[in-house]
Nanobody, 127 residues
């Protein structure tokens, strides 16, 4: 059973920074993708950043240059460093993971490619 537990959310002022963490357990995929998604009230869930088992990354245009996704394989932990936060970044942030089959897309911002999800951590950015 794959378990993903997010932490690090909170309330900050615009321009501030936060680092989200996602502790993963219960899987030993040699080929995988992991991602961060967010969902604001009344809006659809959107992909923020994705990383795969060889370190390839992809970012949503809205966060490029401000957010950085990274992973510590020794700790089985995924991170999202968020800088220059804006009020529009306010949302529940979710960690997601899935196995990557040979020939499949390595990184993706589409929730369709993920089948394991955490419970989320709230990020609130005030102006």
């Amino acid at each position: 059973q794959v378990q993903l537990v997010e932490s690090g959310g909170g309330s900050v002022q615009a321009g501030g920074s936060l680092t989200l963490s996602c502790a993963a357990s219960g899987y030993t995929y040699s080929r995988y993708r992991m991602g961060w998604f967010r969902q604001a009230p009344g809006k659809e869930r959107e992909g923020v950043a994705s990383i795969n088992s060889v370190g390839s990354t992809i970012y949503a245009d809205s966060v490029k240059g401000r957010f950085t996704i990274s992973q510590d394989n020794a700790k089985n932990t995924l991170y999202l460093q968020m800088n220059s936060l804006k009020p529009e970044d306010t949302a529940m942030y979710y960690c997601a993971a899935s196995k990557v089959s040979l020939g499949s897309i390595a990184v993706s911002l589409s929730s369709l490619f993920y089948n394991n999800w955490g419970q989320g951590t709230q990020v609130t950015v005030s102006s």
